[in-house]
């Protein structure tokens, strides 16, 4: 049975956390819709959910559980891991390579996952090439258990 991870991102549309965005554009100080655009922005992927299975991580169109079909799939390899400064810390991203050179995202950042006194999820970028990849300093596309509660989002989108 492999883990199951949804896009922290797909939670963002759910009117619930509207009141969320209005709060935090007030102590910004800027509209509810900026605050949506603009973290929408830092965390989006281009598909809903993973499937990981062993060394294949399967790409979905929805949640697992909601019908999210199969978009594309890989077989990744361990290849580096990179420091990088941010914000004043350390992150560590693991650098995965694909097996197949020709597939869909040849290349995966995985940051160790993290949040665990609030929010457990991990980030990962994705794309052809790795110092690209790195140099994304405003892409943190997020991935979340499939149980995380909208009081844990709107936690996240206040930090």
């Known amino acids: 049975m492999g883990r199951?991870?949804?896009?922290?991102?797909?939670?963002?549309?759910?009117?619930?956390?509207?009141?969320?965005?209005?709060?935090?554009?007030?102590?910004?100080?800027?509209?509810?819709?900026?605050?949506?655009?603009?973290?929408?922005?830092k965390v989006k992927a281009d598909f809903d959910g993973l499937k990981v299975e062993g060394d294949t991580i399967t790409f979905l169109d929805g949640f697992e559980d909601k019908g999210g079909k199969e978009l594309t799939h890989a077989e990744y390899h361990f290849k580096e891991a990179?420091?990088?400064?941010?914000?004043?810390?350390?992150l560590e991203w693991d650098v995965f390579e694909a097996s197949d050179p020709q597939a869909e995202y040849p290349v995966l950042l995985m940051m160790p996952v993290h949040g665990e006194e609030e929010m457990v999820h991990f980030h990962?970028?994705?794309?052809?090439?790795?110092?690209?990849?790195?140099?994304?300093?405003?892409?943190?596309?997020?991935?979340?258990?499939?149980?995380?509660?909208?009081e844990q989002v709107k936690g996240e989108i206040k930090e």
Do not use: C, I
Not at 4 to 32: C, H, I, M, Q
Not at 124 to 147: C, H, I, Q, S
């Open 4 to 41: 199951y991870l949804e896009w922290f991102s797909a939670y963002l549309s759910n009117p619930e956390l509207d009141s969320t965005f209005k709060e935090v554009g007030e102590r910004d100080k800027k509209s509810a819709d900026e605050v949506k655009k603009d973290f929408s922005a």
């Open 82 to 90: 990179r420091k990088v400064e941010h914000g004043g810390h350390q």
């Open 124 to 150: 990962m970028r994705y794309g052809k090439n790795a110092d690209e990849l790195m140099a994304a300093d405003d892409w943190y596309p997020t991935f979340v258990k499939p149980n995380t509660t909208l």
